[in-house]
């Protein structure tokens, strides 16, 4: 089979290398499209594909009709909401993710921010400390379990929220299960999100939610963009600038967000998997998953079933 490896921003090269030793060890082709400057460039290269793997690109309605042998699309990493699941299910193309091979790198850096933040963005005035605060987990998946764990390590009190996770699952790992999202605003010192960018969730952490949390309350963001309703929230700061925003993904109103001097931060760019761990781990998995695929028909990790 054909395999097409298309990353506008590539995998470091020891994972490309694993990548290639996985798939061609099942007798598999290799094709690599990296650092592609124009659209036009992944549409030529789906049109003879078998199965691809890509990482944060887009694959819409547009690439889906012309990967016309495509069976298998693998997202290396856990959101996928780049991709058009929903048509490539109408056109029999299964879409996979790679759960969890990113969680730590991103629970990581959910406290690398945090710490930043409580020490005042290290502007060397005297801050605080996070031992004995009260951490609240919005969605308890891979990513929360690894900041609950983390947590634990800073002496921090643990408290999470999953609509989809029952509590006595939660409780188990240690961590106190709270019954409502708001219920979790209301407990914590600080608040940090993963849930995915669903019709449920978009523009779901607004003004009403976020005001709920304490004086001086920390909301961190390392999941989607579209789940903060960004005028709200820009709202509720310039009431209450006892609040701080930090996120690893830059708002769409970053440059409103940074007149908040002192109580906003965004990285850059997405950092949240941006480790040479991850960056491999979830490459090769998500060759392995294609080489299960087309020797086995394994679709474990299929999300457009």
């Given at each position: 089979?054909?395999?097409l ?10 994972a ?9 060890e ?5 094709v690599?499209?990296e ?15 078998d ?8 694959i819409?309605?547009?690439v889906?009709?012309?990967a ?7 997202r290396a ?20 993710n790679t ?5 730590n ?6 406290f ?7 020490r005042n ?10 031992i004995?605060?009260?951490i ?30 029952p ?12 019954p ?27 003004y009403?939610?976020?005001n ?10 390392t ?19 006892d ?5 690893d ?7 409103e ?24 781990n ?12 087309f020797?086995e ?9």
């Amino acid at each position: 089979m054909k395999i097409l490896i298309a990353t506008e921003k590539p995998f470091a090269a020891s994972a490309v290398e694993a990548i290639k030793n996985e798939l061609n060890e099942k007798g598999h082709e290799i094709v690599l499209l990296e650092k592609y400057s124009d659209k036009s460039q992944l549409l030529n290269a789906v049109q003879d594909a078998d199965a691809m793997i890509v990482r944060s690109d887009k694959i819409d309605t547009e690439v889906l009709d012309s990967a016309k042998k495509m069976k298998l699309i693998v997202r290396a990493g856990a959101g996928y909401d780049t991709i058009d699941t929903a048509y490539a299910k109408n056109k029999n193309i299964i879409i996979e993710n790679t759960p969890g091979q990113n969680a730590n790198a991103v629970a990581e850096l959910v406290f690398g921010m945090l710490v930043f933040t409580v020490r005042n963005f290290f502007n060397g005035k005297s801050g605080s400390e996070l031992i004995g605060k009260k951490i609240g987990i919005l969605a308890f998946g891979n990513v929360g379990r690894n900041v609950a764990r983390i947590a634990k390590g800073f002496g921090m009190e643990v408290y999470a929220f999953d609509a989809f996770c029952p509590a006595n699952v939660i409780e188990e790992s240690g961590v106190h299960a709270v019954p409502s999202k708001e219920e979790l605003f209301k407990l914590c010192d600080i608040v940090s999100l993963h849930i995915p960018a669903t019709p449920e969730t978009i523009n779901s952490i607004n003004y009403d939610v976020v005001n709920l949390l304490k004086k001086g309350g920390i909301l961190v963001n390392t999941a989607r963009k579209e789940i903060i309703n960004e005028p709200e929230l820009l709202k509720l700061m310039s009431e209450r600038p006892d609040l701080k925003y930090i996120t690893d993904i830059k708002p769409d109103a970053d440059a409103e967000f940074s007149k908040l001097e002192g109580n906003y931060f965004s990285t850059p760019k997405k950092m949240g998997a941006q480790t040479a761990e991850a960056n491999f781990n979830a490459g090769l998995a998500a060759a392995k998953q294609i080489s299960a695929y087309f020797a086995e028909g394994v679709v474990k990790f299929q999300v457009n079933k």
